[in-house]
């Protein structure tokens, strides 16, 4: 069955994509393929449909995976770490734990507003944990090895040199 629904050459690109970058939005599906959007739509509900792909919302966006190619619970990480703030905070927070938001906020050309925003969806997706003093919050990856363990198995997919220098340090350091 599967093997006929991607007998289509653009199912099988799409196939092929959503398999090496898992956890794709619609729009970065199609500014890779140069697919139209109705063409992309129509070809992504059919392999969703027969269950080559599945769906994860993500607010009001969809990420896209291959069946059974991620965990469930490496799904809501991947789809975190895809998105260019988030996934830099928590590459900070792995190399820096239990660091001053004001010290996180120093690294970032964002606005106060901007990072907290993104810190508190870390924070609610139980991937940061966030810790009053006094005044102020500091902020650390509740499970580093799990996360380490999902950068680096999907690397690839993260087009970030950022990424690449942290899997040296963090292999580096955990040997």
């Known amino acids: 069955m599967e093997g006929d629904i991607l007998e289509l050459e653009n199912r099988r690109l799409i196939y092929q994509l959503i398999s090496k ?3 794709m939005y619609l729009r970065e599906i199609e500014k890779n393929l140069g697919l139209a959007v109705g063409v ?3 070809h992504l509900s059919h392999m969703v449909k027969n269950e080559i792909l599945t769906v994860e919302e993500d607010g009001n966006r969809i990420r896209y995976f291959v069946t059974g190619g991620v965990n469930y619970g490496d799904k809501n990480t991947i789809g975190l770490l895809r ?6 905070v928590v590459l900070y927070l792995m190399l820096n734990p239990n660091v001053k938001f004001k010290d996180v906020l120093e690294q970032f050309e964002v606005s ?6 993104h810190i508190k969806k870390l924070v609610d997706a139980h991937l940061v944990e966030a810790t009053k003093e006094g ?3 500091s902020y650390e990856v509740i499970d580093p090895e799990t996360v380490a ?4 198995t999907y690397k690839a997919s993260f087009l970030d040199s950022l990424v690449d220098r942290f899997a040296e340090t963090w292999l580096e350091m955990n040997p």
């Open 40 to 42: 992309l739509e129509y």
């Open 112 to 117: 106060k507003s901007t990072l907290s925003f």
């Open 135 to 137: 005044r102020e919050t």
């Open 21 to 23: 970058y898992p956890g």
């Open 83 to 88: 998105q260019k703030i988030p996934r830099r």
């Open 149 to 152: 363990r999902i950068i680096l």
